[in-house]
Every structure is written in structure tokens, then in C-alpha cells.
């Protein structure tokens, strides 16, 4: 049994976790894939134990930089492109994958763990 099997639910074949349940598949093994732009990871960042960033237009010509071996759970902003990239993995002969139901918006919603970014401090002096 892989880390995905009985977990959330399969949609016209595409298994969709909700978000705690990906955060357990993640901390077994699971690699996420962040389907992101750069711009938004930058911002904002899964805090999970392996992440690769790959941004979704660039995925079909990087297919040989993921673990064809591991499962993968995509995800981006709010899940729209991880059905695309599912299935182009898929196609590619990869088995184990699964997608993130909702992206980053679910996820911080649920309050999930988040790399904080650094806001970049203020130029003027405080009020006295």
C-alpha cells in the first residue's frame, strides 16, 4: 500500500487530498511538487520536509528532475493546474500521484505549516 491509498477522494480517476491529510502523506515520504510561480512561492512557502519547485508551464520539460520511485502530491495556488500536471505525470509513467484538493488557499486556511517570509523592514522612522 502506497501513502496515498485510502486517502481522500478520486475524481474521474485523480486522487485529491485535503490538506491535513496531504501534510500526513507528506511527513511519510510524499515529495510535493509546487506547481507555483516563482513570484508566489517567494511569498508564501509550504513548510513540509521535501518540496520541489517546478512552475506548471515548465513541468512536461522537466519530468526527469522528480523521483519516478516516490509519490508526489502536486500543488499550486488553489488547484487549478494540479489536474493538468497529474495527468501528465500519469501519461509518463509516473504511479503514485496525487494532488493537494484547494492548493495553498486550503492550506493556509487550515492554518498548515508555513515557511514565514521576511517582510522587508520600513524606510520611515517610528511615530515618538
Not at 502506497?2 to 478520486?10: I, N, S
Not at 522537466?62 to 487549478?80: F, K, W, Y
Not at 501519461?91 to 493556509?108: I, R
Amino acid at each position: 500500500m502506497g501513502p496515498f491509498d485510502g486517502k481522500g477522494m478520486v475524481i474521474q480517476g485523480l486522487r485529491f487530498l485535503a490538506p491535513k491529510e496531504a501534510l500526513d502523506t507528506l511527513q511519510a515520504g510524499a515529495l510535493l511538487v509546487d506547481l507555483r510561480s516563482d513570484e508566489l512561492v517567494e511569498m508564501k512557502a509550504f513548510r513540509v520536509p521535501e518540496t520541489i519547485h517546478i512552475p506548471h508551464g515548465e513541468l512536461s520539460g522537466l519530468l526527469s528532475e522528480l523521483p519516478t520511485n516516490r509519490p508526489l502530491l502536486l500543488a499550486d495556488t488553489s488547484g487549478v493546474f494540479t489536474k493538468d500536471a497529474a495527468h501528465t505525470l500519469l501519461d509518463h509513467g509516473f504511479s503514485e500521484v496525487a494532488c493537494l484538493n484547494g492548493g495553498m488557499l486550503a492550506w493556509d486556511q487550515e492554518g498548515l505549516p508555513l515557511i514565514p517570509i521576511p517582510r522587508p523592514s520600513s524606510m520611515g522612522s517610528a511615530p515618538a
